[in-house]
T-cell receptor, first 113, second 111 residues
Framework: SAVISQKPSRDICQRGTSLTIQCQVD?????MFWYRQQPGQSLTLIAT?????????ESGFVIDKFPISRPNLTFSTLTVSNMSPEDSSIYLC??????????FGQGTRLTVV | GQQVMQIPQYQHVQEGEDFTTYCNSS?????IQWYKQRPGGHPVFLIQ?????EVKKQKRLTFQFGEAKKNSSLHITATQTTDVGTYFC???????????FGKGTKLSVIP
């Protein structure tokens, strides 16, 4: 199993600013995943982050908007850049134990005003 | 990954009634997972099914994977208020670690 500490848990940000979300895992993991969950909606994968390589982004998400860092096997950050109200959402980091269950951080509830 | 259709979107039940959510795919799935997300919480893994026709039980929860591996269901017997939340199915392609989630079924239980 893996325990993921994600912070901040929530934030209210001004449009045009950037917010960096951090996730710390209690064990070394190969892959980390970043999801966006809009209110009342499902989880949409933003990108997959492997240590030592650039993140792989899903269709509709770009590195300039959502830069990701993965400096080691226990840590990752996602930055939401140049925010607009449309970026208001819950952002979740995740990892998987092989091809079994996924573990999630507690989520970051972002409101852009 | 390939999309999965999850129905119903919402379900309101009286406490003690049963509840079922369905996940359907147009193509064969390698596996299916189920997660529960409590209001204000994050998704929590419930089960993974990989075999055709597989049935697994966890107390009042019964999970099924269809014979053709194109559909799955989660059934809760005698719902309780603690069952409130959104239930998501998810799957990953063969050889892939990325999960694709269904849209979820939001369960409300009226005491």
């Amino acid at each position: 199993s893996a325990v993921i500490s994600q912070k901040p848990s929530r934030d209210i940000c001004q449009r045009g600013t950037s917010l960096t979300i951090q996730c710390q895992v209690d064990s070394q993991v190969t892959m980390m995943f970043w999801y966006r969950q809009q209110p009342g909606q499902s989880l949409t994968l933003i990108a997959t982050a492997n240590q030592g390589s650039e993140a792989t982004y899903e269709s509709g998400f770009v590195i300039d908007k959502f830069p990701i860092s993965r400096p080691n096997l226990t840590f990752s950050t996602l930055t939401v850049s140049n925010m607009s109200p449309e970026d208001s959402s819950i952002y979740l980091c995740s990892t998987r134990g092989g091809r079994t269950e996924a573990f999630f951080g507690q989520g970051t509830r972002l409101t852009v005003v | 990954g390939q999309q999965v259709m999850q129905i119903p979107q919402y379900q309101h039940v009286q406490e003690g009634e049963d509840f079922t959510t369905y996940c359907n795919s147009s193509t064969t799935l390698s596996n299916i997972q189920w997660y529960k997300q409590r209001p204000g919480g994050h998704p929590v893994f419930l089960i993974q099914l990989v075999k055709s026709g597989e049935v697994k039980k966890q107390k009042r929860l019964t999970f099924q994977f269809g014979e053709a591996k194109k559909n799955s269901s989660l059934h809760i017997t005698a719902t309780q208020t603690t069952d409130v939340g959104t239930y998501f199915c998810a799957h990953s392609g063969a050889g892939s670690y990325q999960l694709t989630f269904g849209k979820g079924t939001k369960l409300s239980v009226i005491p």
